[in-house]
C-alpha cells in the first residue's frame, strides 16, 4: 500500500511558515509516523529552486518516515515555457490556487493503484488524522474528505511558537480555533450580523463547547480516483476542493465526510487580512442559501451538506438541538431551491447552462472559478 503526500509552497516567509507549523504537526505521532508503519509514503514537495535549502532542516526529520521528492516549477512545461516563467508573469492575488492547481495535476498524472493525499502548506493537522484516515482506507473509502476551521495567524502563531506539540490533540486544536478564529470562519455563523457574502460553510454554535458545522466543499485529504472517473482522476478545473472528490470518485458511498474533529481535524493558519469581505451581509436567510447552491454548485454536492460536521472542544452542550436545527435550515434551502428551479424559464439559453451545471452529471459542474474564465464563451 503507498501515499503519495503533495504540497506546492515556495518562498522564505512562506516555507519557514511551513516547516515550523504545518510539517511539524504531520510529523505528530499519529500522523505521518503512523502512516509510515503502514504503508509507504512519499512525500512530493513542488517549489522553486531558491527555496530548497529552507526546507533542509526538517528534511531529515522526514526522511526517516517518507520519501521526499523535490519537483522544481521550471521543470514544469507550461504554456510554451515553464511554471516559473509564468509565476512571474502572474497576477500575485491568484498565482498560489493556479500553480496549486497546476502542480496537484502534475503529481495526480503518475498515480497507480495509490493514495493522494493533498496538503495546503499552510494546514495543522491534528495527531491522529493520519492514522484514521488509513484506517477509512482499508474500510474501502476512495476519498476522504474534511470540514476545515481557520485560524487567525497573527494571534495563533505567538501561542504555537515553540509549543506546538501542546496544541495537537484534536480537543486542544479546536479550542485554539475557537479562541483565535479567524474571520473567515466567524463570518460563516448562521446567525452573524455580518455574514458572509459566500456562504460555502455554514456554522452553528454549540455553546463554548464547540461547532456545528456544513459544508459543500470541503477539503480532499485523500483521493484513490476510480477507473470511471477518467480524466476526473488527474484534473479538475477549479480549486481542489469545488470537484475533485467528486470528480474522481463516482460512487458516492465510497466518499467519506469526516463527521467530527475527533476523527480528523484540520486548521488552515492564515493572516486576518487573508480573503477579508467588504461586502459581507446581514443574517444569513433561507432564500440567499438556496440562490448560492443553485448558483454556485453541483447537485452532487448535497452528499455534503446534508451531513453535520462536529467541531468539539468539549462533550457539554446541546449538540443534538442545535444539530436538529442546523439540518432544518439545510434542507429548507434545497427546498427553496426545489421551487426555484420550478420557476426558471428554459427558453433562455445562459438559464439553460446555469441548470445544467446544477442538475447535470459532475462532469458539466461550472464552479464560479471556471465560469469567470469562460465568460466569453457563455450565451448572452
Request: contains cysteine; charged residues 20%; glycine residues 4%.
Amino acid at each position: 500500500m503507498r501515499y503519495d503526500v503533495f504540497v506546492t509552497v515556495w518562498g522564505h516567509d512562506f516555507v519557514n511558515k511551513f516547516t515550523e507549523f504545518s510539517l511539524a504537526s504531520q510529523l505528530a505521532h499519529g500522523n505521518l509516523p503512523a502512516l509510515a508503519e503502514q504503508a509507504d509514503v512519499h512525500y512530493h514537495i513542488y517549489t522553486d529552486r531558491e527555496s530548497q535549502a529552507l526546507f533542509e532542516p526538517s528534511l531529515a526529520e522526514l526522511a526517516k518516515i517518507a520519501e521526499p521528492h523535490f519537483h522544481f516549477y521550471d521543470e514544469i512545461a507550461y504554456g510554451g515555457d515553464t511554471l516559473d516563467q509564468a509565476i512571474a508573469n502572474s497576477d500575485p492575488t491568484t498565482v498560489k490556487h493556479n500553480v496549486q492547481r497546476l502542480t496537484a495535476q502534475h503529481m495526480l498524472s503518475d498515480l497507480s493503484e495509490s493514495a493522494a493525499v493533498l496538503l495546503d502548506s499552510d494546514f495543522i493537522i491534528a495527531d491522529g488524522s493520519f492514522a484514521r484516515m488509513h484506517d477509512l482506507r482499508v474500510q474501502g473509502k476512495r476519498a476522504i474528505a474534511t470540514s476545515l476551521m481557520r485560524l487567525n495567524e497573527n494571534t495563533a502563531v505567538p501561542v504555537l511558537r515553540g509549543h506546538i506539540a501542546e496544541h495537537l490533540s484534536p480537543r486542544a486544536l479546536v479550542g485554539l480555533c475557537l479562541e483565535h478564529m479567524h474571520p473567515i470562519f466567524a463570518g460563516y455563523f448562521a446567525d452573524a450580523k455580518q455574514s458572509t457574502s459566500y456562504p460555502s460553510q455554514l456554522n452553528w454554535r454549540v455553546g463554548s463547547s464547540g461547532v456545528i458545522a456544513h459544508g459543500l466543499f470541503p477539503h480532499p485529504l485523500m483521493v484513490i480516483p476510480d477507473h470511471a472517473s477518467g480524466e476526473g482522476g488527474n484534473k479538475y478545473f477549479s480549486t481542489m476542493d469545488y470537484d475533485y472528490a467528486l470528480r474522481a470518485v463516482s460512487d458516492d458511498s465510497a466518499i467519506h465526510l469526516s463527521p467530527s474533529s475527533d476523527e480528523i481535524l484540520i486548521c488552515k493558519m492564515t493572516p486576518d487580512t487573508y480573503l477579508t469581505e467588504k461586502d459581507q451581509r446581514s443574517a444569513l436567510t433561507i432564500d440567499r442559501m438556496a440562490h448560492f447552491i443553485l448558483n454556485n454548485t453541483n447537485i452532487r454536492h448535497r452528499i455534503f451538506l446534508d451531513q453535520s460536521v462536529q467541531f468539539v472542544a468539549e462533550e457539554a452542550g446541546d449538540w443534538e438541538i442545535v444539530t436538529n436545527d442546523a439540518g432544518r435550515f439545510i434542507e429548507a434551502s434545497y427546498k427553496a431551491v426545489e421551487l426555484a428551479v420550478n420557476q426558471l424559464s428554459t427558453k433562455d439559453p445562459l438559464t439553460l447552462v446555469h441548470l445544467k451545471s446544477f442538475l447535470g452529471p459532475i462532469e458539466d459542474f461550472m464552479s464560479p472559478q471556471l465560469q469567470s474564465r469562460m465568460q466569453g464563451w457563455l450565451p448572452k
